[in-house]
C-alpha cells in the first residue's frame, strides 16, 4: 500500500525540529558564557578602572548579565559563586550610582 507524502507535515515537523535544535544550541551557548564569564572573573576580577569608564548602557548590560549569572548558580545551588558574581556586580551598581551622579 502507498502512503501519501505530506510535503506541510514534513515541513512543519522539520521547522519543529530546527527551532528545538535551535532552542538547545542556544541554551549551552548561554552556559558555556556564563561559566566562562565566571572563569575570568573569578582569576582576573573586574577593574573598577575600567568600569568607571563604560557608557552607562554598557554598565546596565553587565549589571543584568551578572543579574544572569547569579540566578543560575542560585539555581545549580552554586553559592561560593554567586558570592563571586555578586561581589563584581556591586562594583557595577557603585559605577552606576556615579555615573547617576554626574
Not at 525540529?17 to 556564563?34: C, G, Q, V
Request: hydrophobic share 35%; with cysteine.
Amino acid at each position: 500500500m502507498e502512503e501519501d507524502f505530506d510535503f506541510d507535515e514534513f515541513m512543519e515537523n522539520s521547522q519543529r525540529k530546527f527551532e528545538s535544535d535551535l532552542a538547545t544550541y542556544k541554551e549551552r551557548m548561554m552556559l558555556l558564557a556564563i561559566e566562562s564569564n565566571y572563569d575570568n572573573i573569578a582569576k582576573n576580577g573586574i577593574s573598577e578602572w575600567h568600569l568607571r569608564h563604560l557608557p552607562q548602557s554598557e554598565l546596565n548590560d553587565l549589571n543584568e548579565t551578572f543579574r544572569m549569572m547569579i540566578e543560575h548558580f542560585q539555581d545549580l545551588e552554586e553559592y561560593e559563586k554567586c558570592a563571586v558574581i555578586l561581589s563584581a556586580k556591586n562594583k557595577i551598581v557603585e559605577a552606576l550610582k556615579t555615573k547617576q551622579n554626574i
